[in-house]
């Protein structure tokens, strides 16, 4: 049975425009000139230049919006859940003032596969075990190490290649692997690799002493309990040490970076701030503010077509299509333009804000300030200042940070004001940096001495802040 009834329903709605905006608004400046490259490819009515004094294209086409329909406008739910919405991925090189030279250098190296492959190349040995050196090189992971069990890589072999081979075989194969360059290569386990690098080394009291103590006491070399490993050895505390020291020096990641193509990654700022005899000056970067402009002839080709005759089918599908074009130029330009005033708006708040540190440079400096700060001093929603500051940049006399390094949350001090969190993480380091390595402080130790310089912090803050440092615990940190 039908049934009908009122309900009533709170839905927000963007415009084809402010999708746009939000759109062009949250990818940085090596994003931007991908972008409008692509909306010149598409949009004929969008060229680059100047604008020209002239009079834009006259709006008088209610005729042909009857026929067509105006853009319809998007349900909110529907953005928020595209996957289309660009992140911080690009890369961008900052390559002068050429506007013709924009593309992104790649450094090529050689990689490390094809490192180990010519090596393999090197060695005197038969098709059956150079088929599995291939295979062995092909198994390893980008930080240098097999971890697939050498049954299933005879397995592999015997399936995709149909070699009949078994573990020995491999093992052999393996072993010269392990002596290719990078030292430790190919190795299953830290242990293993560490051994293998020790092996390359002159064999003198330190390394036969080294050699012992990852073979026999591993696991006591990872929990730091050196007098374990002084007792079980007969040692000396200095000549254990020197063993230490030579373990601790060790590469646990053979394989660099990976087996990839290098790549260098160039960051392009946003924002350019410089210091004026005080007096700090901001600017966009260049490319944030490229010329464009409505193309002239398709202005005239629409005044033309809306001068004729509307009643032709095809002229009316030719008019709409060119108003379409000359619509979204005139759209995409107002989001250019509108990304440039949101932008220095936000970074102006910022730097109001932090005014000392942009002065100094000095991390101390710093004062507490989250994202809805500077959402109420622009006077917009902190959803448009997240965008900005989760992807731009801004270059300084001190280097170049991103704009999300100038958010923090705040800590109560003594003094009844707060602290940056950055400040605390700064002083909480010093401490670590400063303490006695033979008995590293606790994290109840350092919460002390923060609260005797007038910080009011947890224990659980202070190790919450620590690992973000990535400082281990203190057990970790001992030395001898």
Not at 21 to 45: C, D, G, H, S, Y
Request: proline share 3%.
């Amino acid at each position: 049975m039908q049934r009908l009834d009122l309900r009533q329903l709170l839905s927000q709605k963007l415009s084809p425009q402010q999708i746009q905006f939000i759109k062009l608004l949250q990818i940085p400046t090596a994003e931007l000139e991908m972008r409008i490259k692509e909306e010149l490819e598409v949009n004929p009515a969008l060229e680059e230049g100047r604008e020209e004094p002239a009079e834009e294209y006259s709006d008088s086409s209610d005729d042909y919006e009857e026929d067509y329909g105006k853009d319809d406008e998007i349900d909110l739910n529907d953005y928020l859940n595209d996957d289309e919405i660009s992140g911080y991925k690009m890369q961008g090189d900052r390559g002068g003032e050429d506007e013709e030279d924009r593309e992104m250098p790649i450094a090529m190296a050689t990689t490390l596969t094809d490192s180990l492959l010519d090596q393999l190349g090197f060695l005197d040995l038969d098709d059956k075990q150079y088929s599995i050196g291939m295979q062995l090189i092909g198994s390893i992971d980008n930080d240098g190490y097999i971890r697939r069990e050498l049954s299933s890589i005879a397995n592999d072999l015997a399936f995709s290649q149909n070699i009949d081979t078994t573990e020995e075989e491999i093992e052999q194969v393996l072993h010269l692997i392990q002596t290719f360059d990078p030292a430790g290569i190919a190795a299953r386990d830290l242990p293993e690799c560490l051994l293998l690098q020790l092996e390359r080394r002159e064999q003198d009291a330190t390394t036969v002493l080294a050699e012992r103590i990852i073979r026999q006491a591993f696991d006591e070399f990872t929990k730091k309990h050196y007098q374990k490993i002084q007792s079980k050895f007969n040692v000396s505390e200095e000549d254990l040490k020197k063993a230490i020291d030579v373990i601790t020096r060790l590469n646990p990641k053979p394989g660099g970076a990976g087996a990839g193509i290098a790549r260098v990654q160039y960051i392009i700022p946003d924002f350019i701030l410089t210091n004026n005899n005080g007096q700090l000056e901001l600017s966009l970067n260049s490319r944030n503010a490229p010329d464009l402009r409505i193309s002239r002839s398709y202005a005239d080709m629409f005044d033309a077509y809306d001068k004729s005759d509307k009643k032709d089918k095809k002229l009316k599908e030719t008019v709409a299509f060119v108003k379409q074009k000359l619509d979204a130029a005139k759209w995409f330009i107002d989001a250019i333009r509108q990304r440039q005033n949101t932008l220095l708006r936000t970074m102006e708040a910022i730097i109001k804000y932090q005014h000392d540190f942009f002065l100094e440079g000095d991390e101390s400096m710093l004062r507490p300030m989250i994202l809805k700060d500077i959402a109420e001093e622009i006077g917009m929603d902190i959803s448009t200042v997240s965008r900005v500051a989760n992807s731009k940049a801004v270059q300084t006399e001190f280097g170049i940070y991103p704009l999300k390094y100038f958010f923090s949350e705040g800590i109560a001090t003594d003094s009844g004001e707060d602290a940056s969190s950055r400040e605390v993480k700064h002083i909480l380091k010093e401490i670590i940096d400063n303490e006695n390595k033979r008995k590293p402080l606790s994290d109840e130790k350092i919460e002390k001495l923060l609260n005797e310089k007038g910080y009011n912090i947890a224990r659980r803050t202070v190790a919450k802040y620590r690992e973000q440092l990535n400082i281990p615990v203190a057990r970790l940190r001992k030395e001898l």
